[in-house]
Every structure is written in C-alpha cells, then in structure tokens.
C-alpha cells in the first residue's frame, strides 16, 4: 500500500487511521468526505499536529469556530499568548493594548485578557501607547518620545508589578508603584482588532485539504501522477516552487454573492482546470470567507482529465450540498 502523500510502500497495519478531507475540528458532517488506506498513519499524525492545530488555533478561521458554535467554547485552547493572531484594544482607557482569548471556567465562556505589556504615556497627551514586555524600546527611544517623569506616565497591564519593573530596570528606566497596574482582566464586549498573520504552515494546511478532496474524487490512481508531486511534497515538507502553491483571491466562490458582505454559513471546496486549461486548481474558503486557491498541478500531463467537482459543507444542517457549473447549490444524493 503506498501513501499519496510520503508515497512510501507500506503494510497495511499502517494505514488505521481515517483521513478526513475536511478537518474534523471545522465541523462534522453527514456521509463525510473521508480517505481510508491511501494516506499512512505516519503522515496523518504529522498533518494533525504541524498543520491542522495551527489551522484551528492561529487562524481567523480557526476563531470564527466558536462564534459558529462549531466547536464548544469549553474547548477554547489558543497555543499561546503569542501567534499568528495580533488582538489590539481599538477603544476606551486600554486603547492600543494587545490582549489574548482564553477560556475562563468562572464565566464559562471565552474571555479577553491583556498580554504581558507596559503602556508609555504619549508627550502632551493623554493616551498611552503599549508595547509588549519582550518589545519594550530602548531607554533613548522611550526618553524621546515619551515624558517619563511625569506622574503616571508609566502603567502595567496583564502582569505582575515586580515583572514590569524588571524589565525596564534591565533598560535603566526606574519604575516605582506610582504608575498604574491595571487589573489582568478585559471586560469581553470591548471592541477589538484582529489581524492575522498568513504564513507557510497556514497555506499547507489548506493545500492539504484541496489535495484531499481532489484524491477522494479523482482516486488514488490519480492522485499519485507524478504532476502532483510539487504539491504533496509542499504539503508534506514544506518544500517550495518557483511559483506559490496557494494565493488568496479577492472573490466569492458562489457567483451569486457578494465579495464582501453576508454570505451563506459553511465551507467550500472545489477543483477545476484553470482558465487556461493547463493546470488543475482547488478552491477552499471555510466559513466561506476568505478564499484560498491552490495550484494542484501546473501543466498537468492529461488533457483528457474532465472531471471537475464542488461542494457545500452546510452548517446549518451539517449537510453537504454539491455544487452545480452554475454556481447553484444542490443536494447531494
């Protein structure tokens, strides 16, 4: 048995676990697009723990799971105070703070909590600009911009006193509890801005779910052409091309909506030759927002190829609805 991803040769001992085309931490739906036999146990643990865990943590996408009641906010499990996702307060006395979601048992929901950070009073203002405790400026910096010896000119937000104070003696700079230290917590209807940061791992995990719902329609005997071996490897290794795997495009997959703007709730995937009939593509937008396009096969080797699929995982219903060349969405049979 070989896998289509390491293509080594394997016993069948080595193929127990279920592929699932779309990650399961994106929803679970009915009759489930799934790959059994074809993907080894080796490179499904490895696709799990390097790509699908940053995918589903790290990621606005990922986020967008508890808004959606994908995922039980109980299960809320960030990697870390740091990442790919930057939240900053975009309001009020804690304007311009960076802040984190973590689970909070006492509320029972997902809750806001300032990151590790000292705040710098702007000179002949009152605002305070933030920088996080491993980012703090040099003293000249600090001493140009902002006016230190003023009462309060310093605070702390989400950590000990004693931490802060460290930090900045390492720079120079004295700090006495005359500043303020505000409380570890946010109150969680504060307005905030997200960003996020795009990177390799992020793309391979959605490579690989366009390389997965390609293989479960196409077959394994495809799949294993040498023409996708630039992608699989790219999903597998990280290894690169002379041109990206996968761009994000400024569209809606659905003709009928808007790019920007409300959308039907659920995740797309589909794969179809390009325009210029050379290569094979996949798109993938999860909760149908942002869409992703993946190069499968550039120059593919069979022209003869028709096939062409799309389908609608439905949230609503946990359905999975095909697509039509129209842009239409149908029940699958």
């Known amino acids: 048995m070989k896998c289509i991803y390491c293509l080594e040769d394997k016993p069948s001992d080595s193929f127990k676990k279920t592929e699932h085309v779309l990650p399961q931490s994106f929803g679970k739906f009915k009759n489930n697009l799934t790959l059994n036999k074809i993907v080894c146990d080796t490179c499904n643990q490895y696709f799990g723990d390097n790509l699908e865990l940053p995918l589903g943590r790290e990621t606005l996408e990922g986020m967008a799971r508890f808004d959606h009641n994908v995922k039980k906010t109980k299960d809320f499990k960030p990697l870390g105070k740091k990442g790919r996702l930057n939240i900053k307060v975009e309001d009020g006395p804690f304007k311009g703070a960076y802040a984190y979601r973590e689970y909070s048992e006492l509320e029972g929901d997902i809750v806001l909590k300032p990151s590790p950070q000292v705040g710098f009073k702007k000179v002949g203002g009152t605002d305070y600009e933030y920088f996080l405790l491993e980012n703090v400026p040099g003293k000249d910096y600090l001493d140009k911009n902002y006016d230190l010896k003023e009462l309060k000119s310093i605070v702390v937000l989400g950590c000990e006193f004693e931490d802060a104070q460290k930090c900045l003696a390492d720079k120079n700079i004295l700090f006495h509890k005359d500043g303020d230290a505000y409380p570890s917590d946010l109150h969680s209807t504060i307005v905030c801005e997200v960003t996020g ?66 959308r039907r709730l659920g995740h797309l995937i589909s794969f179809d030759w390009s325009k210029n009939g050379l290569s094979l593509v996949s798109q993938v937008s999860l909760f149908n927002w942002m869409t992703y396009s993946a190069f499968l096969a550039k120059d593919f080797e069979d022209k003869t190829f028709c096939l062409r699929k799309g389908n609608f995982f439905n949230l609503a219903n946990n359905e999975i609805l095909e697509l039509a060349p129209g842009d239409s969405i149908h029940e699958k049979g």
Do not use: C, H, M
């Open 197 to 262: 940061t795009i990177d390799q791992i992020v793309f391979r995990a959605i490579a690989k779910i366009a390389f997965n719902y390609f293989v479960y329609w196409a077959g394994p005997e495809i799949g294993l052409k040498s023409s996708f071996n630039p992608i699989r490897r790219y999903i597998r290794y990280g290894e690169k091309s002379s041109f990206p795997f996968v761009v994000i495009l400024e569209k809606a997959i659905l003709g009928d909506e808007p790019v920007e703007g409300k």
